[in-house]
Every structure is written in C-alpha cells, then in structure tokens.
Nanobody, 115 residues
Framework: QVQVVESGGGLVQPGGSLRLSCAAS????????MGWYRQAPGKQRELVAQILRDGSTNYADSVKGRFTISRDNAKSTVTLQMNSLKPEDSAVYYCNVNLVLHDYWGQGTQVTVSS
C-alpha cells in the first residue's frame, strides 16, 4: 500500500507560476514512476509529466518547455514546477505513483489560471 498526499495548486494569473508537490509513504521501495495527470471538466484525464526511478522524464507536448518535474527518491517526493501558465492549464491535477502493476493516486488539487 502507498499513501499519496499532494500540496500546492490554487489560482494564478496567465503567465504566472505554481508549484505542486507530492509525497508518497508506505511501500515506497517499489515505486517505479511518479508523475502528474490532470483532468479538466468534460475531458479525459491526461498525463502531464512523469519521472522514472532512473530520472528519465516524459512530458505532454502542451507543457514542454514550461513545466519541469523533479523527484527525490530518498524522500519519495515529486514536484511539478509550472511556469508560463495558460488558461488551458486549468484542471484538477492528480499525483500518480506507479508500482508497475498498481497505480496509486492523490486526492487531486485544483489549478485555475485566470485573470
């Protein structure tokens, strides 16, 4: 079992920045990947960014060059730095912890980009 706790999010103006953090606890030695997904109203949940245990990363095309994901394996935490935010980035962001055969999710945190 893995527990996932998120923090961060909120309201920001277009062009602004936010940082999301996620901490995993429990069976963390088996974590393969950690990442962030988002879901906007009426849309499917989509991958935003993912970082594997070896440090390799994957980003959605829509966030490349604006978002940066980082991970601290020793602390089992993952951070998403979001810069140059756009209104279309508004969504509920979910932290994902992947143990290859099982996924664990955080409760979600709202990000709203609006003037």
């Amino acid at each position: 079992q893995v527990q996932v706790v998120e923090s961060g999010g909120g309201l920001v103006q277009p062009g602004g920045s936010l940082r999301l953090s996620c901490a995993a606890s429990g069976s963390v030695s088996s974590i393969f990947a950690m990442g962030w997904y988002r879901q906007a109203p009426g849309k499917q949940r989509e991958l935003v960014a993912q970082i594997l245990r070896d440090g390799s990363t994957n980003y959605a095309d829509s966030v490349k060059g604006r978002f940066t994901i980082s991970r601290d394996n020793a602390k089992s935490t993952v951070t998403l730095q979001m810069n140059s935010l756009k209104p279309e980035d508004s969504a509920v962001y979910y932290c994902n912890v992947n143990l290859v055969l099982h996924d664990y999710w955080g409760q979600g945190t709202q990000v709203t980009v609006s003037s």
